[in-house]
């Protein structure tokens, strides 16, 4: 006999199924009156927001190339200056003026999602070297029995993404440009792919 | 917890083998909506242990309690009046508080305020179907609402979803973004559902099972439902003097 370890398992997963806009984006979805907004829905920039303005955009493309108009995109990054704004951020402190998360559903009619915000800075892995600049998405949807993570990193950064301590790990090379949002102005192109030759690179994080 | 510093460890390993596989044929939709190539494996960062906290501030008098929330003034939702209950944990058993709880529902009769909803049940005019709350210090939250209605869905030619609430729960950091669904104890629904048996352990079905809480009832009101959200553990801080960088 040993002591027990008296630990809970996680709840499972479910997915978040064809009407995760009712709970999660209400007004998005023709419910009025109940929130004066969508959480998370508005630009991530104010006047004051410190760094580089940029929108991302991109779909989600199922295993046959048909774009889901019923996912939902959150996504969570870095300040300009490489800082979360959380309290499990210990090196220093936010951007006050910069939230840091953001939630989109897919356009109802196109699947297009869309999010303004500003490039984050570099944040350290753990061993002290720094990730390049990337943004974290979580995708959930109809069909999705557990919520997808992955990162977008930008294209403009090619010294830092050669760099990074996550992407010069990834064994199939021909896979990162997955992971990779392609930069023209301020805008920046992330299309994800669940499944398929290009399917993007998902983590276990 | 007020008193606590923040915690910066990584969290337990999600268990793969606990939750659905992305790839669960009897449920159709799945089928191409499932990536097929191995996850990579990430031990969390920084941009994996933090998250964004949400205030007070962003919740209205009535988010919490959906029989009135969307209803005309002196009217409320038809139904099984209920009141869900429960607290936010972490795999250690650690009520995790300032936790933001998210739930949405279908009406009594199985009906969702949805435009792509075509079931024949009709719509409560009182009721929109979703609320929100955040937890207290103890990681306790708390709803009211009407029991949802099971309904029919196209995925086999008669397949009926059990009566369900789905949640969506933020903990502290971004690696612990979990969106589930809540069942009710005694349905017999639960078991003969192709979106419950996607998941392939009989004991995390269970543990999505609310029990019905006589002691929490309001008496001559409402009946109560006891649902505990687990959410991952944090790896304890055994090295305190580790070089920053984590």
Known sequence: MVQPLTYFKESASQTAGPYVHIGCTPNFSGITGVYPEDLGSGSLVNDKTRGERITIRGFVYDGVGTPLKDALIEIWQADADGFYNSPSETRGKGDPNFFGWARQPGDMATGEFAFETIKPGKVPFRDGRLMAPHVNFWIVARGINLGLNTRMYFSDEEEANAADPILSRIEHRVRVPTLIGKRDGAVVTFNIYLQGENETIFFDI | ?246
């Open chain 2, 1 to 246: 917890m007020k008193n606590m510093p923040p915690e910066t460890t990584p969290f337990f390993a999600r268990d793969r083998a606990w939750h659905p596989p992305a790839f669960t044929p009897g449920y159709k939709t799945s089928v191409l909506r499932s990536p097929q190539r191995a996850l990579i494996s990430l031990e969390g960062t920084k941009s994996e242990i933090t998250g964004p906290v949400f205030g007070h501030n962003i919740l209205g008098e009535f988010d919490n309690d959906l029989i009135v929330n969307y209803a005309k003034p002196g009217e409320m939702a038809i139904g099984e009046r209920i009141l869900v209950h429960g607290r936010v944990l972490d795999e250690r058993g650690v009520g995790i508080p300032g936790a933001l709880v998210e739930f949405w529902q279908a009406n009594a009769g199985g009906r969702y305020r949805h435009k792509k909803e075509t079931y024949l049940a009709p719509l409560d005019p009182n009721f929109g179907g979703f609320g929100r709350a955040i937890t207290d210090e103890n990681g306790g939250y708390f709803f009211k609402t009407i029991k949802p209605g099971p309904y029919p869905w196209p995925n086999g030619v008669n397949d009926w979803r059990p009566a369900h609430i789905h949640f969506s729960v933020f903990g502290h950091g971004f690696a612990q973004r979990l969106i589930t669904q809540m069942y009710f104890e005694g349905d017999p629904m639960v078991w003969i559902c192709p979106i419950v048996k996607t998941i392939p352990d009989e004991n995390a079905i269970k543990g999505l099972i609310a029990a019905l809480d006589m002691q929490n009832t309001i008496p001559h009101d409402m009946r109560a439902y006891k649902f505990d959200i687990i959410l991952r553990g944090r790896r304890s801080t055994f090295f305190e003097n580790r070089k920053e960088g984590n």
